[in-house]
């Protein structure tokens, strides 16, 4: 299976581990990740403002570059990509006048006809691979590890650009179980991590972290399966202070690559006291994939 | 757009010779080039320098008696644009360590080493920061620095051969020795040079070197050499002030016979200031823009010879001022690509040079000069080239004929360029001949000045194509770019130096000017001329009639 | 031959009507109509970015742009020349850059701004894709962007239409010195020889060239081995006479 991709800046730059964790996964899935070539940063944040079309364009564009690519489907796997084209995607099919002002302005690109479905990665995993499938290839089974699912904010809302029903997030648990780990039962799953306050109240951040932190431990966990490269910083980098409730902050991308036998991209971090690949490997989870590298 | 239908026709008799010309040259049969001799009987009748009539000896200032082109004489025997008695000295508008005049690659790498030796620095510059010749330079850059093949005794050897054996040897030997660090110098800037993926540099070939040793970046070598130069001096404005569309008008010397500053002209204001530096570089570039014997150039704009009128006043002599550089084959037509250059590669591919009757008259792979002055003979002795449009000569060169030859699409693979400009005015150089003629690209000699930068005036240094002996009577490819980095370099360094240890305070003068504008009027010159002169004029000619008043009257001009 | 009848055009420069001749570039036929250049005009060869021009044609929304040095002026052509933009250059010091995109971002946050509109590109002159260099550089691709920008002549068009306010030609010039300097592999081969030219290797071989006579210096000349132009990088002249033993391969 061959699917449009759109990694978008942060996974070029800080979160490399999570687009490279992506392709190697879906590679292993028999899912080619085919990278457009030529994108824009999505927008990063979708504009509420209602007659704001200047913040479309950036995401328009990208769903033209996807139709011209000729696939009906755009893969992204950063949370905030996601929200920002699923809803851009949204917005111009349901305002045929919108999508004519954007496709007039845009006089140098082929109409955008509005039938790209943006779709994150795990509704990829749940709807083209299954499930069963994903475990039947599983090659280094995450036996006895306890993973706490966080779906932070951008996945599933707003409800009409959620990849589940908001009162029924299951597939990040579920990919947690058909990779042999144990999800735990996670409260503040949907809690969220401060996001964009880590510029400028860097207090709310910390907070929301330890809030986040100790209901995980609470639970069980032994470590947090996120998909957003911002929630994966602001959890990573404000566990310093909070001693025992210091824990490893990991992409599922991760997991999934470590499962299926190929390089899940984790990066030792001597710095970092709650480092996932030194407690992979303290449970043993590590050796399949160290061959693999 | 296009050819109009008087050419259309000429070129029909190209059409008619071709397929003969093709088998020819296919077969190995070309036309016989010249030997040594027929070579300078050509050159002493037909290149533009040798053209009797075309210079006269100088009457006035340090180098009287010596033969250069009448457009630079008609500059030189000539007044100051201004009256230095209405000048007031003692009004000093800016002051520094070091002046830089000329914003091209000489005065920019100038600017930059008088920074790092500690000066304050103002580069003053006519138009903008980078609008020189140095931006145009698309070839490449010589530098000798694979030395398992190669050295700069090799690079010596060809530049002495290059400029007919009559270079200043202390200032090849400096070009030549320095070349590997001023490349050095360049890549640690951030200099994007072709490279194989190993980092070794790309080279190329060219006429006149013993070894591939020409190093560029695209085909922008020089575009790209200046903007990182530029930019580097754009991060150091705290020490290097830059002033455009300023040029300098005259040299200021002292009571010591110093050179302590200079006059600048705002040519938007109109205004004159006075700037008071310890030392001074003079960088200002070539002279294409006289359009020496009418010539099309390949030069900016502001290639006036500016730097030659102010040292020649201040009492500099000049150096090999003779001899200028004729690119033989210069676009002639459409009009619009006036001047611009046509690559050796279409030549060096075997493109045939022709005349009005589709005849060869030239082996197409003769040296630059011998080239240029086969052209020249087929228009003014022979009659023959072929009659511009729009007045003037042309040579056809068969670009079509490489289709046949190296097959179809050739030019467009070779050419991307070259199509792409001449497409865009209706003329498809895969199907159609190009038209050329000789058109001036550089001034070979200049003013005189040492090996350190340095001139006879103390104060005064001098880097960059204003310059003259480097190169002899003829440079090289990728020569020039090198000697405006090589000299601007050791400018800037020793003027610093200079700034810092020898500068004395003294008296500002305008002396010399009012004495060579005495020494004119004495030699009985009389002229309209003032100089020096800054920009070209090319306003038709009806309306220059009509501006009648050419300076204030009343409240505006 | 006749010179053939020109055929006069008007166009209009900055809303005045002029008669020009058919065929001349739009700077030409401004000199025609009377100007004389001070600004808007550098090298007349395309490549210095100083005669930026944008022009309307009569009945067409569009905003175009041009090089007035390289482009036939039009019949109804309605232009104006922009020899200046402000656009703000961040100074920096280069050598402390780490060659990292964020030396980029640091120097030039707006550019996380552009909102991909792309009437950077549409006006470009030169067709550099100024909003995908500027994408490319968002996500840390410098390399990319380096080349992709490389055609820039820095006439600032660009900056005159961007939404984000992003000087973005001083952006692209940093990312091409970042890579020149920084990124791209170093020339081994040049190090070597400006060291060996530092420490004065070649001083005896140039000073014995430099003491010849014209006849003697001829006679190298002559007497040169030539690399053949195809040769490539791996070529041993057979003649070693003027080159140092401890280079030799
Ligand atoms: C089309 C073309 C192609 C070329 N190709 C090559 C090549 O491939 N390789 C090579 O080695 N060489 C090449 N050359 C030659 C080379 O580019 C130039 O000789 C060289 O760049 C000159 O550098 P410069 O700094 O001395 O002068 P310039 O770069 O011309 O700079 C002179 C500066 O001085 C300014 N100035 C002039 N008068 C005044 C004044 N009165 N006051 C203040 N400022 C003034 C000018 O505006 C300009 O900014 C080429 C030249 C041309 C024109
Ligand atoms: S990128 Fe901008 S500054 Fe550079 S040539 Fe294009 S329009 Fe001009
Ligand atoms: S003009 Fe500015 S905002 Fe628009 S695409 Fe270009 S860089 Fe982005
Ligand atoms: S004058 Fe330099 S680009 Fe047109």
Redesign the pocket.
């Known amino acids: 299976m061959k699917l449009s991709y759109l990694p978008g800046c942060t996974l070029k730059t800080k979160a490399q581990d999570l687009d490279l964790s992506t392709v190697a996964a879906m590679e292993a899935l028999d899912v080619e990740l085919e990278e457009l070539p030529r994108w824009n940063c999505c927008g990063t944040v979708f504009s509420f403002a209602d007659d704001d079309l200047m913040h479309q364009i950036a995401p328009v564009r990208n769903l033209i570059r996807a139709q011209e690519q000729g696939g009906d489907k755009l893969v992204t796997v950063c949370s905030f990509c996601f929200n920002t084209l699923k809803r851009a995607s949204l917005l111009v099919k349901e305002n045929s006048d919108k999508l004519d002002t954007l496709n007039t302005f845009m006089d140098e690109e082929e109409d955008y006809t509005g039938n790209i479905n943006v779709v994150h990665l795990l509704e990829v995993l749940r709807d083209e691979v299954g499930w069963d499938q994903i475990e039947g290839k599983v090659q280094n089974p995450l036996k006895d590890l306890k993973v706490a699912a966080y779906y932070g904010c951008t996945l599933h809302r707003p409800k009409e650009a959620a990849i589940e029903p908001p009162n029924k997030l299951e597939a990040l648990n579920d990919l947690i179980t058909a990779l042999g780990a144990t999800p735990v039962d996670f409260p503040d799953m949907t809690t969220c991590c401060g996001s964009y306050q880590a510029v400028a109240n860097p207090e709310i951040v910390i907070n929301r972290t330890r809030e986040i932190l100790s209901s995980a431990k609470e639970s069980g966990a032994e470590m947090i399966a996120v998909s957003c490269p911002l929630c994966e910083c602001n959890l990573r980098e404000n566990q310093k202070e909070l001693g025992e409730l210091r824990m490893p902050i990991i992409y599922f991308t991760q997991l999934l690559a470590l499962a299926l036998g190929v390089d899940p991209h984790l990066h030792q971090c001597e710095k970092n006291p709650a480092d996932a690949r030194s407690f992979l490997e303290s449970k043993g989870l590590l050796a399949a994939c160290t061959a693999a590298e | 757009m296009g050819y109009p239908e008087s050419l259309k026709n000429l070129i029909k008799k190209i059409e008619e010779t071709r397929p003969d010309r093709v088998e020819k040259k296919k077969a190995g049969i070309e036309i016989p080039a010249m030997t040594l001799d027929e070579r300078a009987t050509l050159l002493e009748a037909h290149h533009p320098d040798c053209i009797p009539g075309t210079r006269r000896e100088l009457k006035v200032g340090p180098s009287q008696g010596y033969a250069v082109a009448h457009e630079f004489a008609d500059l030189l025997e000539s007044k100051s644009r201004v009256d230095p008695d209405k000048v007031d000295l003692s009004q000093i508008d800016y002051e520094t360590d070091v002046l830089v ?7 920019t790498s100038a600017a930059l080493l008088a920074q790092e030796n500690g000066a304050k620095v103002i580069l ?4 903008r ?14 530098a000798a620095d694979k030395l398992w093949k190669d050295s700069p005794g090799y690079h010596y050897i060809d530049t002495l051969g290059g400029g007919h054996f009559s270079n200043v040897p202390e200032l090849a030997y400096r070009l030549v020795n320095d070349a590997p660090d001023v490349l050095h110098w360049l890549e640690n800037l951030g200099m994007m040079f072709w490279k194989k993926p190993d980092g070794t540099m790309d080279t190329l070939p060219a006429a006149g070197f013993c070894r591939s040793r020409l190093h560029f970046a695209g085909d922008i ?2 575009a790209e050499i200046m903007r990182v130069v530029r930019d580097e001096a754009r991060n150091r404005e705290e020490d290097i002030t830059v002033l455009e569309f ?4 005259e040299l200021i010397l002292n009571e010591n016979g110093q050179c302590a500053g200079a006059l600048i002209y705002n040519m938007e204001t109109e205004e004159y200031s006075i700037i008071r530096a310890k030392a001074t570089i003079v ?4 002279s ?1 823009r006289l359009h020496i014997q009418n010539f099309v150039t ?3 704009y ?3 010879a ?2 030659i009128v ?1 040292t020649y006043r201040a009492g500099l002599k000049l150096k090999f001022l003779h001899t200028l550089q004729y690119h033989p084959t210069g676009c002639v037509f459409p009009e619009q690509l006036e001047g611009l ?1 046509i690559t050796e590669k279409f030549r060096a591919a075997g493109s045939h040079v022709l005349n009005v009757d589709g005849e060869q008259f030239v082996y197409e792979r003769e040296p630059r000069d011998v080239e240029a002055a086969a052209y020249i003979k087929e228009a003014n002795e022979r009659g023959k080239a072929v009659p511009r449009p729009t007045g003037g000569w042309g040579i056809w060169l068969d670009s079509p004929m490489l289709e046949l030859i190296y097959g179809e699409g050739y030019i467009k693979r070779e050419f991307p360029g070259k199509c792409k400009q001449f497409g865009r005015h209706g003329i498809d150089i895969s199907k159609e001949p190009m038209i050329v003629y000789p058109t001036l ?2 001034q070979n000699g200049g003013v005189e000045f040492k090996e350190t930068g340095e001139t006879d005036i103390p104060g005064l240094f001098m ?4 310059g003259g002996g480097i190169h002899g009577e003829n440079r090289l ?6 000697d ?1 980095l090589v000299f ?1 370099r050791i400018a800037g360094a020793n003027a610093a130096i200079y700034a810092k240890e020898k500068a004395q305070d003294g008296k500002m003068s305008l002396a010399h000017v009012n004495a060579y504008n005495k020494e004119v009027e004495e030699a009985g010159i009389e002229t309209e001329v003032v100089s ?1 002169m ?1 920009l070209p004029n090319y306003i038709e000619k009806k309306v220059r009639d009509r501006q009648h008043s050419s300076h204030y009257v009343g409240n505006i001009r | 031959m006749e010179a053939t009848e020109t055929k006069m055009i008007p166009i209009y420069i900055m809303g005045k009507r002029y008669e020009v001749p058919e065929g001349l570039t739009i700077m030409k036929a401004m000199e025609y109509a009377g100007y004389q250049y001070i600004r808007g005009c550098g090298c007349r ?1 395309g490549i210095c970015g100083a005669c930026g021009t944008i022009y309307r044609k009569p009945g067409d929304y569009k905003i175009y742009s041009a090089l007035a040095c390289q482009t036939a002026a039009e019949p109804d052509m309605y232009l104006t020349q922009l020899p200046f933009f402000p656009a703000n250059h961040v100074p920096s010091n280069y050598a402390e850059l780490e060659g990292v995109p964020e030396d980029i971002y640091k120097l030039y946050p707006e550019l996380f701004r552009c909102v991909a509109c792309n009437a950077c590109s549409k006006i470009c002159p030169m067709d550099v894709p100024v909003m995908d260099v500027i994408a490319y550089i968002k996500r840390g691709d410098i390399e990319k962007a380096a080349f992709e920008a490389f055609d820039c002549i820095q006439c600032g068009l660009c900056t005159s239409r961007c939404f984000a306010e992003a000087p973005q030609f001083h952006i692209m010039q940093l990312a091409r010195r970042i890579y020149g300097g920084k990124l791209a592999p170093k020339a081994k081969h040049n190090a070597e020889a400006a060291q060996a030219v530092r420490e004065g290797k070649f001083d005896a071989m140039l000073n014995q060239l430099m003491s010849m006579s014209t006849e003697e210096i001829k006679k190298e000349y002559i007497e040169r081995e030539i690399e053949p132009e195809t040769a490539g990088d791996d070529w041993k002249p057979k003649d070693a006479k003027w080159l140092i033993e401890e280079f030799l391969r």
């Open positions: 005049i000329g914003g091209g690659g000489a005065g003053t510059t006519k138009l920061h980078g609008d020189a010749n140095t931006m145009m330079a698309e070839g490449g850059i010589q070598t020089g300023s040029p300098v008008i960088a200002t570039g070539g294409g390949t030069n900016h502001g290639a006036t500016d730097g102010m250059l690209h550089y880097a960059g194509e204003v490819m990728g020569n020039s770019l090198l405006i601007g020096p800054l | 060869g």
